[in-house]
């Protein structure tokens, strides 16, 4: 069974996965690539110290099953009256070894992009309520994260420009691509 655990570094959060029946090397890796993410994150926080107020971050376990993880964290900075957030996304099939990118959710013969550039278009103009338009597109190197009927694409505050201090999240439904989705994700996390 994966299991995670919650550490902490100052107001830092972070998980660490564990699990008797997984390559410790594959553990490792992940476990240290989000560690150092963290490390990162504090050492920004602690050299600007003047400037930063609070920082802090959140994690999210999204997915567990199947030995594949999916586990979102949220980093969050408040400098004077501007609060920049953005979120990092972890995706991995621990048996594989494997991180988790778009190409591994979608069938890459497939125009998949463009569905989900046009969906996402929608979604954020209902969110500004069409004040003016807003253009932005993902492409394969977009974070997301897991859940077992959804993708959730993350957009940190500062990708959207001015107009939101806060992330955004689309959920892109598994069901609405069910001609899109790749073999791996129909074996392995959503059963039609």
Not at 71 to 76: A, L, W
Not at 153 to 177: A, T
Request: glycine share 2%; hydrophobic share 35%; proline share 1%.
């Amino acid at each position: 069974m994966t299991s995670i655990e919650k550490r902490r570094i100052n107001n830092l959060n972070y998980p660490i996965i564990k699990d008797i029946e997984i390559d410790k090397q594959i553990l490792n890796k992940v476990n240290n690539r989000i560690y150092e993410d963290i490390l990162c994150f504090n050492e920004i926080v602690q050299t600007e110290d003047e400037n930063i107020e609070f920082a802090l971050t959140e994690y999210e376990v999204n997915l567990n099953k199947n030995k594949i993880i999916s586990i979102s964290i949220e980093f969050s900075q408040l400098a004077g009256i501007c609060e920049i957030t953005y979120i990092n996304t972890y995706n991995y099939d621990l048996s594989k070894g494997k991180e988790l990118d778009i190409d591994s959710i979608f069938n890459e013969n497939t125009n998949y992009l463009k569905k989900i550039n046009g969906e996402i278009q929608e979604k954020i103009n209902e969110i500004i309520k069409k004040q003016d338009e807003f253009y932005i597109n993902i492409d394969k190197e977009q974070s997301f994260y897991i859940k077992e009927d959804k993708i959730v694409i993350c957009f940190s505050s500062y990708e959207l420009g001015d107009r939101f201090q806060y992330p955004i999240e689309i959920n892109i439904m598994f069901k609405d691509y069910k001609n899109y989705l790749d073999n791996y994700v129909l074996s392995n996390i959503y059963k039609i």
